[in-house]
């Protein structure tokens, strides 16, 4: 595909994304922000991810591919992907939009390879979390290209990165 993949994820300080299946940190900002990237595009998530948005179906505006072994697995608005291979076929002709990768934990781990860009929401905190994002800052063929200046929402602070890969590395 032409232009790659991107992720979005809000971490926290240890990279922490979520605890018992949501998420344990939510800035209100970030709702619009997450809305505002993914804008009319594709969106892939895990089928524990889907069950957490609003209603447990896809998210409206948008392209939705839900990643599932489950063979009888439906949900409204989203189409089914029973692989990482099937889900890369869905979205081979890319979106003009852009197609993004939002979660969680074990379909991120999965899709980072595929990833040229990942838009970052670090949240200054550290709650408990049982889910995590690869630590960007280890992993040396990725770069932060934007830190993104300090905004703060009720008394928390987090900024709107964008990291890029270095395909040089
Ligand atoms: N902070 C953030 O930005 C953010 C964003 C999204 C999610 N999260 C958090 O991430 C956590 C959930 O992560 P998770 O890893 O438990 O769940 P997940 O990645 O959302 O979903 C896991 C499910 O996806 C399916 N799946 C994964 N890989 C697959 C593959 N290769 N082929 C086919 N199906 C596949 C399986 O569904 P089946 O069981 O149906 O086979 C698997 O059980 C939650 O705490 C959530 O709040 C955080």
């Known amino acids: 595909m032409r232009e790659g993949l991107s992720v979005v994820v809000a971490v926290d300080l240890n990279w922490g994304i979520g605890y018992k299946g949501t998420q344990n940190l939510v ?3 970030d709702r619009r922000h ?14 524990r991810t889907l069950l957490d948005f609003p209603g447990g179906r896809g998210l409206k505006n948008r392209r939705n591919i839900v990643l599932t ?10 189409e089914t992907a029973h692989s990482v291979e099937e889900a890369l ?21 999965q899709l980072l390879p595929y990833c040229e860009r990942a838009y ?8 408990e979390a049982d889910a995590h994002f690869p630590d960007l800052e ?10 993104g200046e300090e905004l703060e929402s ?8 964008v990291w890029e890969r270095d395909r040089s590395v």
């Open 69 to 78: 072994r489950d063979g009888g697995f439906e949900a409204e608005d989203a």
């Open 154 to 161: 009720g008394g928390i602070k987090y900024r709107f990165q």
């Open 138 to 147: 280890k992993l040396p063929d990725w770069r932060l290209a934007d830190p």
């Open 34 to 47: 997450f809305r505002e990237i993914t804008g009319h595009g594709t969106v892939i998530v895990g089928r």
């Open 89 to 109: 076929e869905l979205v081979r002709d890319g979106d003009p939009e852009g197609v993004f990768v939002c979660g969680g934990e074990s379909v991120y781990r």
């Open 120 to 127: 970052v929401t670090r949240i200054e905190a550290a709650p």
């Open 27 to 29: 800035v209100p900002e």
